[in-house]
């Protein structure tokens, strides 16, 4: 049986990475946005961000995960409102709010960082261990080269 030549992608494309690359993107976004239920991506990376580097302003929070500031912004009031972060006043300086996670935000990113590996593990079955690494070696080099100042 013969594929359908309508079907298939042209051979000038079929063998470019950036196609390649933007293709598997799509299709583990959608696949990790599916698993992640009620939470988004990005309020997986505040709380990352949260747990690895402690409190932290909003601005600070948005810049180390380059999300825009009224992103941030509604993202934590978001989660605030679940009870997951806590916003406060900072003292310092009281036009800025400084976050941190809560015990049920902590409890949450534990939860959330086992279906986060599930899903990884989903997108990337046909991979070995050693060749996610060397494929994650690799992307970061590329974006690297690209967001360098």
């Excluded at 996610?132 to 070696?137: D, G, I, M, P």
Aim: proline fraction near 6%.
């Amino acid at each position: 049986m013969t594929a359908d030549p309508t079907e298939t992608p042209p051979r000038r494309l079929s063998g470019l990475p950036s196609r390649l690359l933007t293709q598997t993107a799509a299709h583990v976004h959608r696949l990790v946005t599916h698993g992640l239920g009620d939470f988004r991506t990005h309020h997986y990376a505040l709380m990352a961000a949260l747990a690895e580097a402690g409190p932290s302003s909003q601005a600070v929070l948005g810049r180390r995960c380059g999300m825009d500031r009224s992103d941030v912004t509604a993202a934590v009031t978001e989660l605030a409102s679940r009870g997951l972060l806590r916003r406060t006043v900072d003292p310092a300086h009281r036009r800025r709010n400084i976050v941190a996670l809560t015990a049920e935000g902590e409890n949450a990113l534990r939860e959330l960082d086992q279906r986060v590996q599930r899903l990884q593990d989903e997108a990337f079955a046909p991979l070995t261990p050693t060749e996610r690494a060397h494929l994650a070696e690799l992307l970061t080099r590329l974006l690297d080269h690209h967001t360098r100042p």
